[in-house]
């Protein structure tokens, strides 16, 4: 079966950069889809980028202009450099690998921003 490790979370002052790694191992499993979600304290889990086998990406508004998805396709991974980090980007951060209905998520890596 298909394993997923996520990496590159850690503590880091507001105004700085992070960047985590994602990757899939285990199986033949290619995914189509990957991306990122993020949970903060008291809140629900929150869409954060994706992109797809064509590189298109898609980002939420609470991230564009400051977080970047990109994917390497011969290491079955997927990066998230996150650039001018906000207190309100505190969260454990799910990554995802995906091909139609089957959906693989990593175990969660926490970033926490201080001020």
């Known amino acids: 079966q298909v394993q997923v490790v996520e990496s590159g979370g850690g503590l880091v002052q507001a105004g700085g950069s992070l960047r985590l790694s994602c990757a899939a191992s285990?199986?033949?499993?290619?995914?189509?889809?990957m991306g990122w979600y993020r949970q903060a304290p008291g809140k629900q889990r929150e869409f954060v980028a994706s992109?797809?086998?064509?590189?298109?990406?898609t980002y939420a508004d609470s991230v564009k202009g400051r977080f970047t998805i990109s994917r390497d396709n011969a290491k079955n991974t997927v990066y998230l450099q996150m650039n001018s980090l906000k207190l309100e980007d505190t969260a454990v951060y799910y990554c995802?690998?995906?091909?139609?209905?089957?959906?693989?998520w990593g175990q969660g890596t926490q970033v926490t921003v201080s001020s």
């Open positions: 995802y690998q995906g091909r139609g209905s089957l959906v693989y």
């Open positions: 285990g199986s033949i499993f290619r995914a189509h889809a």
């Open positions: 992109i797809t086998s064509g590189d298109i990406t």
